[in-house]
T-cell receptor, first 112, second 112 residues
Framework: EADIYQTPRYLVIGTGKKITLECSQTMGHDKMYWYQQDPGMELHLIHYSYGVNSTEKGDLSSESTVSRIRTEHFPLTLESARPSHTSQYLC???????????FGPGTRLTVL | QQQVKQSPQSLIVQKGGISIINCAYENTAFDYFPWYQQFPGKGPALLIAIRPDVSEKKEGRFTISFNKSAKQFSLHIMDSQPGDSATYFCAASKNTGNQFYFGTGTSLTVIP
């Protein structure tokens, strides 16, 4: 089983709050990813990173931001949460030069 | 525009039967085609993957069939078991996993 962790697992917050979703991996992987997953929809890539101090936006437009200060840590921040941000957020990592992505268990976010 | 199209959306199979899930893609630059299995409350986990230089790959009860000319690939689960009940996602990527494009998922239920 992959060593990639996400906290919190579930979060219910009010509109306008600032939140940070945590993602950590202990595999030393250079690449890390954030996906948004909604029922019946494909996983949408919202951010990715190829290493420390490297971050890129994915195909899906997102109001979130990410940082990569340490190899093992890739947090995602929403400055002002809105009901449209309600979704499941999945973090993943992969080793550079390898194709396999390892996913965390996800954070289910509900914004009221 | 959806890069990978997956069908069916849901599938019910009797125990011992064959489950078949299909995916189609347009971008001929894709060179890696994985299938992920996701159980409720968990992140997706790599099940089996194929590259376009082979037409079939088998791992235990799971087989990927790949048709390069038709730009289609499918997952076959032989002797389906209730423990196989999960959501299955196909995906495609190019250039060693820089970005993955996922299908919309198939919810498989295997009834005893």
């Amino acid at each position: 089983e992959a060593d990639i962790y996400q906290t919190p697992r579930y979060l219910v917050i009010g509109t306008g709050k600032k939140i940070t979703l945590e993602c950590s991996q202990t595999m030393g992987h250079d690449k890390m990813y954030w996906y948004q997953q909604d029922p019946g929809m494909e996983l949408h890539l919202i951010h990715y990173s190829y290493g420390v101090n490297s971050t890129e936006k994915g195909d899906l437009s997102s109001e979130s931001t990410v940082s990569r200060i340490r190899t093992e840590h890739f947090p995602l921040t929403l400055e002002s949460a809105r009901p449209s941000h309600t979704s499941q957020y999945l973090c993943a990592s992969s080793e550079f030069g390898q194709d396999t992505q390892y996913f965390g268990p996800g954070t289910r976010l509900t914004v009221l | 525009q959806q890069q990978v199209k997956q069908s069916p959306q849901s599938l019910i199979v009797q125990k011992g039967g064959i489950s078949i899930i299909n995916c189609a893609y347009e971008n001929t630059a894709f060179d890696y085609f994985p299938w992920y299995q996701q159980f409720p409350g968990k992140g997706p986990a790599l099940l089996i993957a194929i590259r376009p230089d082979v037409s079939e790959k088998k791992e235990g009860r799971f087989t990927i069939s790949f048709n390069k000319s038709a730009k289609q690939f499918s997952l076959h689960i032989m002797d389906s078991q209730p423990g196989d009940s999960a959501t299955y996602f196909c995906a495609a990527s190019k250039n060693t996993g820089n970005q993955f494009y996922f299908g919309t998922g198939t919810s498989l239920t295997v009834i005893p």
